[in-house]
């Protein structure tokens, strides 16, 4: 029993881990895109989130 309850929390840490890095990592590239397209002065609609 406890042995498989550790494999389920651990199946969830690494899956709660993909989660977050995938989301930092959306969060990243959002704000790369958002830099670049302040530096290019091409943001016509700040409005648009």
Known sequence: ?????????GIGVVAFMV????????LA???LVDQ???DRGACRSPARR
């Open 29 to 31: 590239c959002l704000a």
């Open 19 to 26: 989660l977050a890095y995938g989301l930092f990592g959306v």
């Open 36 to 38: 670049h397209r302040l």
């Open 1 to 9: 029993m406890p042995a498989r309850k550790r494999r389920f929390i």
